[in-house]
């Protein structure tokens, strides 16, 4: 046999393609996921702000730099999201929601009020400019849809009286975003406030014209996506939730938004067969949003405004909190209720980020972004932590043998009418 020798250099040496790498990468964040959530399992606590730690460990700045599967975790991160609210909005009729929204909208200003007027005021005082500022005052005002709605469904409290409360509150901040985000992104170009008016209309329109064929047209949207094959219902709900959440993002209202409202329209058998084959698919992507969101901050750039943003995170958690109480006692919840509603309120997150992330784009401020992703992580952090513990940390009325106030008699449709299956708490919790 004829042995024919190359020589060594002209060989190819063997490379791993980036399908390969993102793989690769993916492969070992899913790992990771699954290890940290049995760890979570054992000692009792969220999953979430693990996970978001292991985003800071994985990110720019970490030990262990992720930059392959980047752009693939930014898109998980997406549908994370807009999964996670599809799940909440099937949970809810399109008339609890109404309802809701008319029984809580004074505590909805109360919220724009008391949570967007402290970041404001520390971005004059930092010395920013007062767009920069403004940025800041949305940071601060905008809880966390995704971590919310996600801790919601891990501790079994969708059922509960006060969660209508929550999630009106938290659609409520929607809206206010799909009008706020327009404004802001017209200012940071140098355009005049009349194109930022006509660009929040065209958002509000968007949004009320979502609310009408969730309430009118609810079971024709279930009569066109229903089938007896779970593979074709599948195919169904996710290609409308995505082309509804990509064409709500297109018009600059949230995709979140969009995908919520969706869930509000799909009824019926429908609904009850999503509610069952969605979770674990949320689940995986939800676990990719918090990670990514880890993957966006260097830890180096945090140190120089821990304290501030601390500071500012200790000033907002607390009127989150008081916001909370203060709706869900007018809509008749008991102590332990208002206490869980202000506590579940604390979170922020992917709204915040996006907010921030428009002001560095277009170089508002240079601390703008670690600021920001300081203050987030503080508190997507503890809040996930306070709602783990809300039924063990006594409300702040018993903190000096006194109790509380009687709550006040529920306004009508504070109970949601499509969760079954769960015991509706009592009043008095």
């Known amino acids: ?146 971590i919310i709605a996600r801790l919601l469904d891990d501790f079994d409290r969708v059922a509960n009286r006060e969660t209508p409360v929550l999630l009106s509150l938290l659609v409520m901040e929607d809206i206010v975003m799909a009008v706020f985000l327009p404004i802001v992104a017209v200012l940071l170009v140098g355009a005049s406030l009349v194109q930022g008016a006509i660009a929040a209309g065209v958002a ?73 084959l969605l979770p674990p698919l949320r689940d995986v992507f939800g676990g990719l949003f918090f990670v990514f969101f880890g993957l966006m901050i260097d830890p180096r750039d945090l140190i120089p405004v821990l304290l501030p943003a601390l500071a500012l995170a200790l000033v907002t958690a607390v009127t989150k909190i008081y916001t909370g109480m203060w709706a869900a006692k007018r809509n008749g919840i008991g102590p332990k209720g208002q206490w869980r509603t202000g506590l579940s309120l604390v979170p922020r997150g992917e709204f915040s980020i996006v907010i921030a992330g428009l002001g560095v784009a277009a170089g508002a401020e240079s601390q703008l972004g670690p600021f920001t992703a300081a203050y987030v992580l503080i508190l997507a952090v503890t809040g996930s932590l306070l709602m783990r513990f809300a039924n063990k940390i006594p409300p702040p009325g018993t903190w000096w043998g006194a109790s509380t106030s009687p709550a006040r008699a529920p306004s009508p449709g504070a109970t949601p009418s499509r969760v079954t299956g769960r015991a509706q708490r009592d009043a008095s919790t």
């Open 1 to 146: 046999m004829l042995a024919i020798a190359l020589p060594l250099e002209v060989l190819p040496e063997p490379e791993t393609s980036h399908a390969g790498a993102v793989l690769i990468e993916l492969g070992i964040i899913l790992l990771v996921l699954a290890a940290l959530g049995r760890v979570a399992a054992r000692l009792g606590i969220p999953s979430i702000p693990l996970y978001l730690l292991a985003g800071l460990v994985m990110g720019d700045g970490g030990f262990i730099p992720v930059s392959a599967g980047e752009e693939f975790l930014e898109v998980g991160a997406e549908i994370g999201v807009v999964l996670l609210l599809l799940l909440l909005g099937l949970e809810y009729s399109p008339e609890d929601l109404r309802n809701g929204l008319k029984s809580n909208w004074a505590a909805g200003l109360l919220d724009g009020v008391a949570n967007a007027v402290p970041g404001f005021a520390v971005g004059l005082m930092l010395g920013w400019s007062p767009t920069a500022a403004l940025l800041l005052a949305g940071v601060t005002y905008i809880s966390s849809s995704g």
């Open 204 to 276: 509000l329109g968007i949004v009320a014209l979502a609310f009408v064929i969730s309430m009118r047209f609810s079971h024709h949207v279930s009569r066109l996506v229903h089938s007896r094959s779970r593979e074709l219902l599948l195919l169904g709900v996710l290609g409308l939730t995505f082309l509804v959440a990509g064409l709500a993002d297109a018009v600059q209202v949230s995709a979140a938004v969009g995908a919520f409202l969706l869930g509000l329209t799909l009824s019926g058998q429908v609904a009850d067969d999503v509610r069952t």
